[in-house]
Structures are given as structure tokens and as C-alpha cells.
């Protein structure tokens, strides 16, 4: 499987966990949203049927007859009631509102029983085929024959006059009992309107979220593939790095194999050859390993795992500025430094200080031309100390100065419109600013090049300070 492939799947394996985990959440969120709307509705809805069955008790409760036909007096209290086996002339237009405390009529219906479940009285608006008998259950919920569902309390009536007779199996002060239902019409039209919602709105949604979690695992793997592949090319980099010294070697070793023995002094440039080549790999070897080591060490640094010694940043300039007169003043090439009179101190890992700047001044000298200038210089800011290495050398061409910090990287000789041949002929591994970059990293330092091609090139390295111990010394080394 290539890696394009296993990537593709890793993402799409990565979207469908993501979307199943969000649709589970988002599914079991919105059902439990839905059954809190419908429970709290149904509850609110109770509790009102409940208060008006207790506003009407406690209104009529001190006027029911105690008498065993209360008929007239039905009539009276509630006028707009139809009496039970009477002809019901009631128009809705003489319901006094006040009387019976509801406000909706159409919504709702009251139906009077008398203690034996006998019904005396109900509203013109009932549902049709309610039965004449008292069912005593508190609640109930039905439907009637046109589909329209109905939800009912019962309750018993007291009376202050009634005086029950004392043979009587029922012998409470009940004088009968309230019914008090409502149509459950526009429940059921508000219930089916939130099922609709959630029908069409929760596959919209997990649409979405299906839709987002491609896209983020495809973020999130964005990453992992560059850094995959830059490992590969970093490999295949390696390899090719390796590979042409050690051809080289070897055609230099198969050569001398050839020689006749008498002739040493040809044998001997050939080991020498040898030798340079072996030297070449030995420091490309130990460049990489290097990396690797600055990769790691890293990770254990972040982990606070090796503590960072003070080094002071003056001597660690003019100590490399002297380093590299000899290889400056060989190449015709003017080598200054400026530090200041006060000592500056950093905390780091001194020698990979001292690699990283000499990494600069190295490239500084060799991208010179000959009669050119290098200057090395430290300045103290507030809370920082800057290292430049300025050069009048080649300069790096704008599309490069990104990408010389890359492993491997050396701009391309046609860059420089035949200004000079490429930079792999002068020698370089092409690992020394990847290095720099890592040290520079690892020290929490920022490494940033400005550069204009013809004119030179100045890196600057940007460091953290401590407090030091001051001493004066001279401002030009
Ligand atoms: P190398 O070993 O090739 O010098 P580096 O990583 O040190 O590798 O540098 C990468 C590339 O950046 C070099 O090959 C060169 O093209 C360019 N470069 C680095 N420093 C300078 C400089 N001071 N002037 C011009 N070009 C430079």
C-alpha cells in the first residue's frame, strides 16, 4: 500500500470515528432535548388542568345543593351546562367565564357526576363519544373516533351541605365529582411539528457534522503527511548524499587496486584522495547524527530533563572571530567583530552555540568572494542579545531564503544568472543552517537571514539573556 493510500484511509477512518462519536452525541442530545420539551409541556399541562379543577371545586363547593335533585340548581351555578337528559339549548355565548374559570372554552370541557357516577351535567363541547358512567381513575387519556385525543381529571366534588346517609358503602363528604379534559389537538400538533424538525434537521445535521469531520481529519493529518514526507526526503537525501562519496571512494580504492605497487607516488595521491572522501562521509555522518541527537535532545529539553549552563556571548564571538582569521586572511577576506564592553550571558549548551555561530561565519567566508568583508557582531537589547554575521558575498536569491534552512538545501548556481556554479561544488553537506536552525530552536533563539543577491547576505540569531558579571573590554576585536 502506498503512503498516499494509507493516509486516505487513516483520514477516512479518523472523519467516520469522528462523525459516528458527534452522531451519537448530537442523536442522544436531541432525543433527550425532545422527551424534556414534551415531558415539561405535558407537566405544564396537567398542572393547569389541575388549578382550574381546583378554582372550580373551590367555587362551587359552598353552593351545591344537598338536596337529591339538584337540577335547578345546576343550572343555576353553571348555566352554560347542558343537564343530563334535557334537552341543551346552552349556546357557548352565555358561558360566564368567570364563573367556571376557563378562558379557552373550545379546549376545554367539564362534565358533573353525582356521588354514585351518575352524570348530571357537562359541557355542550364534550367529546361526543365520552360514556355516561364515571370512570374514577384520575387521569385518562383517549382518543375519539375522529382521531382527536383527549386528556381528562377527575376529582371529587365536596359539598359543605351534604350529609351522606349512614348506611351508605361510600360514606365520605363527597357530594359527586368534577371532570375537567381538554383537547390534546394542539399538544399533538406542536409534539408532531418538533418530530418534523428533528426528522428533517437531524440528518441535515449529522450531514454537516459528517461533511466538517472529512474536513478535520483531513487538518489534522495535514501535519503528520508533511512531516511523513519530509522524512522520506530526508531519507532519500541521506541516501543520495551517502552514496556519491562512497562511489567515489570506491572508484578511487578500485583505481589503486590497478596500480602497479612500484608506483607510489601515484598511489599515494589516490589515499589522500581517499582519506579527503572518507572525511567528507565521516562529517556528513556525524552532521546527521548530530541532528538526530538535537531532534531528541529536544524533546527531553521540553521535558526540562538537562538544565542549560550560562555562556557568556563575548567570548563565544571573538573566540570563533579568532578561530576563523586564518581561513578568512586565506582567502583574502577582511574578518572583523564588535562585541560590547559588558559581558552578555546566555543560558544554553555552549558548544552548540558556538557550532551554530560558527556554522554562519563559515558560510559567511565561503560565499565571499575574494577582497570581500565578513563582520561578526553582538549587540544587547532589553531582554535579548543579537549575534549578526554580515558578509558582502553572493547574497541568497528571495525564493530561496526560506528554504536554505531546509536539510540538504543549496541554491541552485543558475539562481545567480551565472554569478557563480552551484554550491554543491563548493563542498558543503548542504546540513549546516538545518543544524544552526535546530540549535537555534532548541535555545528558544530565532535565526532569520536578509539577503539581496550581489550585495551579501546577514544572518542574525536572536538570543534570550541572564544577568553576568561585567568587564570592560575592547570594542573592536
Ligand atoms: P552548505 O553546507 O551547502 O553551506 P548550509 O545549510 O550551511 O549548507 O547552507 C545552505 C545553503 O544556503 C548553501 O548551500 C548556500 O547556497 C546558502 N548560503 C548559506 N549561507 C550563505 C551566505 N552567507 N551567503 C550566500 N549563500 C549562503
Known amino acids: 500500500m502506498n503512503s498516499y493510500s494509507l493516509f486516505r484511509r487513516s483520514r477516512l477512518r479518523l472523519a467516520l470515528w469522528y462523525a459516528g462519536v458527534m452522531g451519537v452525541i448530537l442523536s442522544v442530545s436531541g432525543l433527550g432535548m425532545y422527551r424534556a420539551m414534551v415531558q415539561s409541556n405535558w407537566a405544564a399541562m396537567e398542572r393547569e388542568i389541575e388549578s382550574i379543577a381546583g378554582t372550580l371545586h373551590d367555587s362551587v363547593e359552598p353552593l351545591l345543593p344537598a338536596s337529591e335533585e339538584p337540577t335547578a340548581v345546576l343550572q343555576q351555578i353553571f348555566p352554560d351546562l347542558c343537564l343530563s337528559g334535557k334537552s341543551c339549548n346552552a349556546t ?29 351535567a357537562f359541557s355542550p363541547n364534550q367529546p361526543l363519544s365520552l360514556p355516561q358512567t364515571l370512570n374514577r381513575t384520575s387521569w385518562q387519556t383517549f382518543r375519539t373516533a375522529n382521531g382527536i385525543r383527549y386528556h381528562q381529571f377527575t376529582t371529587i366534588l365536596h359539598s359543605a351541605n351534604t350529609h351522606p346517609p349512614a348506611n351508605e358503602a361510600n360514606a365520605d ?6 371532570q375537567i379534559g381538554r383537547t390534546l389537538e394542539h399538544f399533538d400538533a406542536e409534539i408532531s411539528r418538533i418530530q418534523w424538525i428533528m426528522a428533517i434537521g437531524l440528518p441535515i445535521a449529522l450531514g454537516l457534522v459528517a461533511t466538517s469531520s472529512w474536513w478535520l481529519s483531513g487538518l489534522a493529518m495535514q501535519p503528520i503527511y508533511q512531516s511523513y514526507q519530509q522524512q522520506q526526503q530526508f531519507t532519500a537525501n541521506a541516501a543520495h ?32 584522495t581517499v582519506e579527503r572522501q572518507g572525511r567528507r562521509l565521516s562529517h556528513l555522518i556525524a552532521d546527521l547524527l548530530l541532528l538526530t541527537s538535537l531532534e531528541q535532545n529536544s524533546l527531553e529539553q521540553n521535558l526540562g530533563a538537562k538544565p542549560f549552563q550560562p555562556c557568556c556571548l563575548n567570548d563565544l564571538v571573538s573566540d570563533l572571530t579568532e578561530e576563523f582569521l586564518e581561513l578568512a586572511t586565506a582567502a583574502d577576506i577582511h574578518l572583523t ?10 543560558l544554553g549548551n555552549e558548544s552548540q552555540l558556538y557550532r551554530l555561530v560558527s556554522n ?25 542579545a543579537v549575534i549578526a554575521v554580515k558578509d558582502t558575498g553572493i547574497g541568497i536569491p528571495l525564493t530561496d531564503q526560506n528554504r536554505i534552512f531546509d536539510r540538504f538545501y543549496r541554491v541552485d548556481g543558475d539562481a545567480y544568472g551565472g554569478l557563480r556554479l552551484r554550491s554543491r561544488k563548493t563542498g558543503g553537506t548542504g546540513l549546516g543552517l538545518a543544524i544552526a536552525v535546530a540549535i537555534a530552536q532548541k535555545h528558544q533563539a530565532i535565526l532569520k537571514v536578509e539577503s539581496q543577491v550581489g550585495k551579501g547576505s546577514i544572518f542574525t540569531l536572536e538570543v534570550k539573556v541572564g544577568s553576568g558579571k561585567y568587564v570592560v573590554k575592547p570594542d573592536i576585536c
Not at 364563573?99 to 362534565?111: A, F
Not at 363528604?173 to 368534577?178: A, E, H, K
Not at 561565519?361 to 557582531?377: D, E, H, K, L, P
Request: proline share 4%.
Open 92 to 120: 357557548p355565548t352565555l358561558i360566564q367565564r368567570h364563573t367556571i374559570g376557563i378562558s379557552d372554552r373550545t379546549t376545554y370541557y367539564i362534565r358533573l357526576f353525582n356521588h354514585q357516577g351518575k352524570l348530571l
Open 173 to 178: 363528604s363527597s357530594w359527586g365529582y368534577l
Open 241 to 272: 548524499e551517502l552514496r556519491s562519496p562512497l562511489a567515489g571512494l570506491l572508484a578511487t580504492v578500485e583505481a589503486i587496486l590497478r596500480i602497479p605497487q612500484s608506483n607510489q607516488q601515484d598511489i599515494q595521491m589516490m589515499l589522500h
Open 337 to 346: 567583530c564588535q562585541i560590547p564592553t559588558s559581558e552578555v550571558y546566555t
Open 360 to 384: 554562519l561565519i563559515a558560510n559567511a567566508i565561503q560565499y565571499t568572494s575574494r577582497g570581500g568583508y565578513v563582520s561578526v557582531s553582538l549587540v544587547k537589547r532589553d531582554h535579548s
